[in-house]
């Protein structure tokens, strides 16, 4: 189904815009603020707290025009994987592809409470959650539908529909778009091919090297929590396994 924007502009909808600091982000931020008026944008960032690049939600705040709320989970990754392996040893304790509790419980669902309540605040009852994601990044993203009712979040007296306005864009569209924005993409994309968690269970062995290499005791503790669960972070191999002959890794801290 094809969204109509104008539409939904002229019905007085939110545009909820989830921004995670990445390129695509960016690139879909920047193209919303030409068709969506500015005070119908609400720009939202999932914080994952240390498991986060630092400076990122300092480079949100210098290429939007709009203020930043940012949201957290009152988890983070690691302690979602300690608590896993903590009640259930005997099942994997990272989340995976096909399982991105991570995903869920770390940006979606947070975002999503930030919707229900902002609307709830603002006696808002139309709303569009706008997200970054490209069918070129993975087959999964593929599959997504441009334009979706969230059906967790619409009821009786609120509609909110899932957006993702770039779905169908390339990798040379969204460095375009940036930069006929005027702007530079977050730093670490100066190597990295992809921006979120420092080290994504999905990370490419590219991004995986250089995040432990800015951030060697960020990758310490990842590997520290593979090491006491027995369990690796990527399906057959372990964090320390891709990065380990780049950085300097100790033994577990007590
Ligand atoms: S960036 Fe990767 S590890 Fe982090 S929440 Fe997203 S899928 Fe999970």
């Given at each position: 189904?094809?969204?109509?924007?104008?539409?939904?502009?002229?019905?007085?909808?939110?545009?909820?815009?989830?921004?995670?600091?990445?390129?695509?982000?960016?690139?879909?931020?920047?193209?919303?603020?030409?068709?969506?008026?500015?005070?119908?944008?609400?720009?939202?960032?999932?914080?994952?707290?240390?498991?986060?690049?630092?400076?990122?939600?300092?480079?949100i705040?210098?290429?939007?025009?709009?203020?930043?709320?940012?949201?957290?989970?009152?988890?983070?990754?690691?302690?979602?994987?300690e608590?896993?392996?903590?009640?259930?040893?005997?099942?994997?304790?990272?989340?995976?592809?096909?399982?991105?509790?991570?995903?869920?419980?770390?940006?979606?669902?947070?975002?999503?409470?930030?919707?229900?309540?902002?609307?709830?605040?603002?006696?808002?009852?139309?709303?569009?959650?706008?997200?970054?994601?490209?069918?070129?990044?993975?087959?999964?993203?593929?599959k997504?539908i441009?334009?979706?009712?969230?059906?967790?979040?619409?009821?009786?007296?609120?509609?909110v529909?899932?957006?993702?306005p770039?779905?169908?864009?390339s990798?040379?569209?969204?460095?375009?778009?940036?930069?006929?924005?005027?702007?530079?993409?977050?730093?670490?994309?100066?190597?990295?091919?992809r921006l979120?968690?420092?080290?994504?269970?999905?990370?490419?062995?590219?991004?995986?090297?250089?995040?432990?290499?800015?951030?060697?005791?960020?990758?310490?503790?990842?590997?520290?929590?593979?090491?006491?669960?027995?369990?690796?972070?990527?399906?057959?191999?372990?964090?320390?396994?891709?990065?380990?002959?780049y950085?300097?890794?100790?033994?577990?801290?007590a």
């Amino acid at each position: 189904m094809k969204p109509d924007i104008q539409q939904h502009v002229e019905d007085g909808a939110i545009f909820y815009v989830s921004h995670s600091g990445g390129k695509d982000s960016q690139a879909m931020y920047s193209m919303l603020i030409d068709i969506v008026p500015h005070d119908r944008i609400v720009v939202v960032h999932a914080d994952l707290g240390e498991v986060e690049w630092t400076g990122v939600q300092g480079h949100i705040k210098t290429t939007v025009s709009h203020d930043l709320n940012v949201v957290r989970a009152s988890k983070t990754l690691l302690s979602m994987v300690e608590s896993r392996f903590a009640t259930r040893p005997e099942v994997p304790s990272w989340p995976s592809a096909a399982h991105r509790q991570c995903t869920s419980d770390l940006k979606r669902g947070p975002i999503e409470k930030f919707i229900r309540n902002d609307m709830k605040s603002k006696g808002a009852t139309l709303a569009v959650n706008c997200m970054g994601l490209r069918a070129e990044e993975s087959s999964s993203r593929a599959k997504k539908i441009k334009w979706a009712l969230n059906k967790t979040l619409s009821r009786a007296g609120r509609t909110v529909h899932n957006w993702l306005p770039i779905h169908d864009w390339s990798i040379d569209q969204v460095w375009s778009q940036i930069s006929k924005a005027g702007q530079e993409p977050f730093w670490a994309y100066k190597t990295n091919e992809r921006l979120s968690c420092v080290f994504c269970i999905m990370g490419s062995d590219n991004d995986l090297i250089h995040g432990a290499k800015e951030n060697p005791e960020l990758a310490q503790k990842y590997i520290d929590l593979e090491r006491r669960t027995g369990y690796s972070m990527f399906h057959k191999r372990s964090l320390e396994s891709v990065v380990g002959k780049y950085i300097k890794i100790v033994a577990e801290a007590a």
